[in-house]
Structure formats: structure tokens, C-alpha cells
């Protein structure tokens, strides 16, 4: 019977459309996981091929073993000091870099004990692999530093150093592979989003007073008579306003607005219009005194005000023109074709229980802070594309607004100021975001984990004064809040003039 629906009543009809989304969602991040996991099975196997003798000349990446018999203290770390650069001696003595992450194991101890405290007893030497890695200048610098300081005279200088050391040292905290490995955080990043994201959209659709007043209508009226009322719908007569989501049949309204409702002419008291912060409503008031929403306009401005009076002026007229015509003392099923009293009476009650209910400030603070962290994505988005980020304030402020309305179910004036408050507070942890987010950008070049990731969020403000990047940071601030004081101003000012 649903195959024979216009297009037009399906699209109304259809309440659960969203739930295609909401499963692609879960269906993408599920992929990402498995994806995440494979990589991560794959960055862990063992090389396929034997390792190289270690050749300080041979090249960059490629996978080497060295085999020392002597090593050094270390003498220079990465910025987190977790992976460490020693000098190595072979069986021959030659001096070789090695990078090793961490705490050295129990036998590269003892051939580092064995260096200075001259025991008789030699101890085996010790296997080091890696891939071999290009000496940068700043370990270059430390190596000549330490390794004249050991010996007590100047042997070592920018000009021989390649003759000591050669170019390249072994770098024993990657293997082949490993880049893959290292990259797999990114995949269960995307998961954790996507779930986080799609379970947001669940609960904010299960919650939307939009669903329950449609499943109210569509449990009230059986499919036989959404068909009749569709033919009404198809008639020439019928004023459709397609933008609005709103029709006039000949004997009911028909409307979207603020979920599925069919309204009998019979049933309405009056027609007027409302203004809420930047939101125009047209509203109509039923003989049990329950109020219904016929239409819901965005925006401000003269020309959004004038089309919308227009808009509301039509819309009374074609009304009141309808009631005129029904009968003065019309019986209940001439104007409510095929429902039941029942079932109507408990539509009306469905929608009175609806309408009794308070907004919940809670629920309300939840959604503006998850509708503020887009605009906080939006930020660092820009900010990283290397354009000033303060525009993605209004876009903060309109979400915060929108997610407070759509979980705590109503915006007044105390709840539109706590989001103007959440997007303030938002627009200074979207900076110290943008900050992070570069700091971490550069650090992967160096070492790609969530080590690295660990270590520019805890050390953020060590960090920030090493780099000097204070006066920056407040002057992005300044320049972010003014431009979306200024971007957001018409909203801030309905958010003000709101009554309590």
C-alpha cells in the first residue's frame, strides 16, 4: 500500500531515514578497525629479508645489522627523551651512532660497562638492527661535542667527521615495516570519531520531540487513510508552500515543520506568529488549546522579515477561507475522515504530554557542547590550512544554539546565554588546539606515535615558551574572539533582546 504514495507523503512519512546515515557511520568505522588492525599485524611481522652489514655509506632505509662489542654513555636524546644516540664500537673498533628507545637491556649494560670499567671479563657483544638513517646536523653537532670531550683533545671537526662517523647512523627504533605500524593510530583516531559521531546522531534523533509527535500521527492514522488524504494532497486546490514543508488540503493541514502533523480545519482556534531569538514561526492553536508549529523560518534581516509576513499573511487568509466553508455545526467525521475519535484524542494527548514538557537544561549544556566541538574542529581545520580560524566562531555560537535546542528541547534566553558562553570558552580550547595540533604536526617528522602525541599535550605549555609562541597564541586569541564577536553580532544581539 506504501508503494502507491506520492513521493511527496513518503518523504513526510519516512521518520527513520536517518538511521541510513547512522549505519554507514558504524559500517565505515567498523572498517577502519579491521583496517587499523590488519596494518598493525602487518607493521609487527618480521622482516622477510637478512639484514645488511651496517655501512655508514651505503644509504638511508636500508634494513642493517651492527654488531658492537663497546658502547658509550649517550650522549645526546630526542626532544622527548625517550629514544637515546650512543657511540658503538665493532670487533675492529671503528666508532658507529645508534639510536636506541627506552632503557638499554641487560647485555647492552654490560658491553657499555665493559668501556669504562676495563673488566677482565669480555662480555659477548650485542646485536643492534635497524634501518640505517641520515646524520641530521643538531646530532652531528652533539656527536663532536661529546666524542672530543671523551677523549680529551679536538679529533673530531665538521671536516672529518664523515671519516669517523660516515653519513648515516642506525636508527634501531624502526624496522622494516614499522612506518606502516606507525600510522596505525590514525585508523582507530578515525573509528573513535565515527562511532562517537554516528552515536551522537542516534541519540539526538531518539530524542527529538520531531520523531515522537510523527510517530504520534502515523500511529493515529491507519495507511488507508494517508492515501486518501494524499489524493488531497495531489489536487490542484491544495496550497503546497514546498519550502516551508507545509500544505493545505481541502479539509486538513498537512505539515513537517517540527515533525509530521495533520491538522483538521475544524480543530484550529487560531492562527498567529511567533519570533524566538533568529527562528519565525507560524503557529496554530487547536480547540484542546495544544499549540502546533505549521512552519519554522531561519534568519534575520529585513528581507527574511518581509517574506516571512508575507509568507504568514497567505497562509491566514487561505485558512480562515477554509474554515468559512465548513459547515456551521459540521459532525466529526465529515472533517476527520477515516480517524477515529480515539485515535485522535490520543493524538491530542500524545502531543499535550509533549508540549507540558519543561526543557531540560542538562540535556540542553550536552548538546550545545557537542554542537560547539564541530565549530572547535572547523577552527583547527582552517587554522592548519594557514588562514585566520576566528570566522569559525559564528559557526560555534549557531551549532552550540542549535544542539541546546535540539536535546534540551527549548532555547530561552538563560540557555542561549550558556551557549554564548560555551562558544567563548570553546573559541579559547580551539586555540590551544591549533597550537597543539602544529606542535605535533612538526614533531612527527621526527618520531610518528602516540608517544609523540602523549608528550606535546602534558609538556604543551613547557613547550610553547621553549618555541616562544605565547605572543603569537594571544594574538591569534584576540583577533579569533574579535572577528567572531563580528561575524556573530546579529545573533548575539537576538540572544540579548530574547525574554526570559
Known sequence: MREQMSSKMKRMTQLYRWVIPVILLYGIAISFFLAGLGLMFIGNTKPDGMPEKFNVYNGEDIYSSLKAKMMTREFASDFKETNHYYFAYDEELLPYIVQVHGELSEECLKVQSYLYDESDETPEPVMFYGMSAPIEDDIREYAIESYNDMWGEELVTEDNFSDYFGEYYLDTTRKPGYPVADHVYLFFSFTFMLVSIATLLLAWNLKSQKLKRGRATLKAWPEENLLALDRQLMQVTTAAYEKERLYLTNDYIVTNAEGFEIIPYGDI???????????????????????????????????????????????????AVKKEELPENPPAAEYQTGLANADMEALFQMSAALDKKQGNMFLGIIGALFGSLVGVGLWVLIGQIGFIAGIAGFVMLKLALSGYQKLGRSLDKKGAVICLMIAAGMILGANFLDYAVSMVRAYFQYEASFETLAYVFLNFGGLMSDMDLWRGFFLDLAIGYGLSVWSSASAIKEILRMSN
Do not use: S
Not at 496554530?284 to 508549529?293: P, V
Not at 519554522?296 to 508575507?310: D, I, R, T
Open 269 to 319: 482556534e487560531r492562527v498567529y506568529d511567533t519570533v524566538t531569538g533568529t527562528r519565525k514561526r507560524l503557529m496554530a492553536e487547536t480547540r484542546d488549546q495544544k499549540y502546533h508549529t505549521l512552519a519554522l523560518v531561519k534568519g534575520a534581516g529585513h528581507k527574511n522579515q518581509e517574506a516571512f509576513q508575507e509568507f504568514v499573511n497567505q497562509v491566514k487568509k487561505k485558512i
